[in-house]
């Protein structure tokens, strides 16, 4: 090692050498918040004005597209807008789909998610109730209705105040164990031995759910058929009645309903590069922490069933082949 490398080595394992680092780090960031907020957006609005509004982030997993947009083709109601947001490119067959279906489309030149959903917020000022999609979530129905009726009977009637709601999501890190205790298969899950079987983040432990492919296979109903149909599992766990859980740990924000004072409140989604350069998992992090210090919480409606494809990496590649092998599971039945 050369004396400069080595002084360059002290000085980083000093206090005085990391708060240097820290302050490179913070210039860095400042020049990438900069680019992020000079970002140019395209918006095609054909929005009623509504006080209700479905956003929902696209333009990376086309294979995906008839059955997603299918499905909420089939269950968005006339008083919810919807709107398909692509951050960082501009995608011609989804302008298309927006186009068919009377639904407004967003683009933005930057690629930053946490972005791109302010910015269709901020586009259409009426609303006041948002569902947040992505482009791998196959809802069924119900699902605009029963959030909506659960987070207003909470916030009404409960001693609880929500800070979103979302429906119960097989690949998920809080989702998969409810699902599996409500159709009684945790045991068997157990004995595959491809996760913890432990409540999770993601991140701090049981990582096998995320990264583990067999496991969303699995929760896709690989092995077992009760699994296989997230449209009969609606069906059975919606009973007509007030159906919730709390969510403990981080969620995976994927499908929720929130409010448009909650995204006032927690001051927009945050232009932050912790999770990357373009924001991914930022968004999640800054609506849970508002969650976890403000006093509200993270309820799960066990009324609604909704398909998670799987999360990135392996997981998402296996279960593409498993979805073109499988397609009728995945499809809205007529």
């Known amino acids: 090692m050369t004396f400069k490398e080595r002084l360059y080595a002290s000085l980083n394992n000093s ?11 913070n210039l860095r960031d400042s020049k990438r918040v900069a680019h992020v907020l000079s970002s140019s957006h395209h918006f095609i609005d054909r929005s009623k004005g509504s006080d209700k509004l479905c956003i929902i982030l696209a333009g990376y997993k ?22 398909i947001m692509t951050s960082g490119l501009e995608n011609q067959k989804l302008m298309k789909i927006a186009e068919e ?3 407004s489309y ?33 809802i069924t129905e119900g699902f605009f209705e029963d959030l909506y009726r659960t987070f207003v009977t909470l916030e009404e009637d409960s001693i609880y105040r929500p800070a979103f709601v979302s429906p119960l999501i097989n690949v998920s890190c809080y989702g998969h164990l409810r699902l599996l205790e409500k159709v009684g298969l945790l045991e068997d899950f157990r004995a595959t031995g491809l996760t913890d079987v432990k409540l999770s983040d993601g991140l701090h432990h049981n990582r096998q759910i995320i990264d583990e492919p067999l496991a969303a296979e699995y929760l896709w109903g690989g092995s077992q058929e009760i699994l296989r149909d997230v449209d009969a599992l609606t069906r059975r766990f919606n ?10 740990v981080r969620y995976s924000i994927g499908a929720i309903l929130f409010t448009r004072g909650a995204w006032e409140e927690f001051g927009h989604f945050p232009i932050t590069f912790v999770g990357g350069e373009y924001g991914l998992g930022d968004d999640e992090e800054h609506i ?7 006093g509200r919480v993270m309820v799960v409606d066990e009324n609604i069933m909704v398909g998670h494809l799987g999360y990135g990496g392996a997981q998402t590649k296996h279960m593409m082949e498993y979805y073109q092998a499988h397609r009728d599971q995945f499809a809205l039945k007529a």
């Not at 005085?16 to 302050?23: D, F, V």
């Not at 849970?288 to 403000?294: G, L």
């Open 15 to 25: 206090s005085l050498g990391r708060a240097a680092l820290q302050i490179r780090r």
């Open 62 to 83: 086309e294979p995906l597209w008839d059955d997603v947009f299918g499905r909420i083709a089939a269950y968005l109601p006339d008083d919810v807008d919807m709107c």
């Open 101 to 103: 279906h009377g639904w």
């Open 106 to 138: 967003l683009s933005t030149s930057v690629n930053h998610l946490s972005l791109v959903q302010n910015v269709a917020i901020e586009c259409h000022p009426h609303a006041q109730w948002i569902y947040k999609l992505d482009e791998d979530m196959f």
């Open 239 to 248: 009973q007509g009645k007030l159906n919730y859980s709390i969510c403990p």
């Open 288 to 294: 849970c922490n508002y969650a976890c210090f403000t």
